[in-house]
């Protein structure tokens, strides 16, 4: 079907406030992934979903994010409290069943601007 | 930490010529490569997967290569066009680990 699907595309926030961001995977792929971009630089891991298993947390860069995962579609990225260095792209990728070597499919990303 | 580093300098080069991007990691041994286009305002586009026993591989008008030695991949494009502007990503991967590690990329200008 259609490829992967971020909203909002831009979000203007205030400092101290929460944001949501949505991602719709691609159907029938089991594996979601957030990665942060930063201007200029690379993608920055955050948080990866596979099927059933536990998520692999380990890119969170505080406790202010969080994300969940609605069995194996639409996941949604937490921010609480926002800070100025929150300021970024957020892009949600898929990939067929999260295996090794496994193309990831992106999202557009949602901008994300922290006054 | 483990890194991932291409070069944060533009290129710039002339249609029709040969596009070199480098890309080394450190403190790393991926178990493969990806390198990915992205153009302004979307998301990256996968273009080519090697691994680390693989010397080359080819695709159309892209080369991409991995030497274990120098740590170092090469990704070329042959007969460059105004089209193939855009930013290149290399991204290594673990087969225990997911997620890839991505470089910050290189954006790519070929003037017609």
């Known amino acids: 079907g259609a490829g992967v699907s971020q909203s909002p595309s831009n979000k203007v926030t205030e400092k101290g406030k929460d944001v949501e961001l949505r991602c719709d995977p691609i159907s029938g792929h089991t594996a979601l992934y957030w990665y942060r971009q930063r201007l200029g630089q690379g993608l920055e891991f955050l948080i990866y979903f596979q099927g059933n298993s536990a998520p692999d947390k380990s890119g969170l860069p505080s406790d202010r994010f969080s994300a969940e995962r609605t069995g194996e579609s639409v996941s949604t990225l937490t921010i609480q409290r926002t800070q100025q260095e929150d300021s970024a792209v957020y892009l949600c990728?898929?990939?067929?069943?999260?295996?090794?070597?496994?193309?990831?499919?992106f999202g557009p990303g949602t901008r994300l601007l922290v006054l | 930490s483990q890194k991932i580093e291409q070069n944060s300098e533009a290129l710039n080069i002339q249609e029709g010529k040969t596009a070199t991007l480098t890309c080394n990691y450190t403190n790393y041994s991926p178990a493969y490569l990806q390198w990915y286009r992205q153009d302004p305002g979307r998301g990256p586009v996968f273009l080519l997967l090697i691994r680390e026993n693989e010397k080359e591989k080819r695709k159309e008008r892209l080369k991409v290569t991995f030497d274990t030695t120098l740590k170092q991949s090469l990704f070329h494009i042959t007969a460059s066009q105004p089209a193939d502007s855009a930013t290149y990503l290399c991204?290594?991967?673990?087969?225990?680990?997911?997620?890839?590690?991505f470089g910050s990329g290189t954006r790519l200008q070929v003037q017609p």
């Open positions: 991204a290594g991967g673990d087969t225990g680990r997911r997620a890839l590690t």
């Open positions: 990728a898929s990939s067929l069943q999260g295996q090794s070597e496994e193309t990831q499919y």
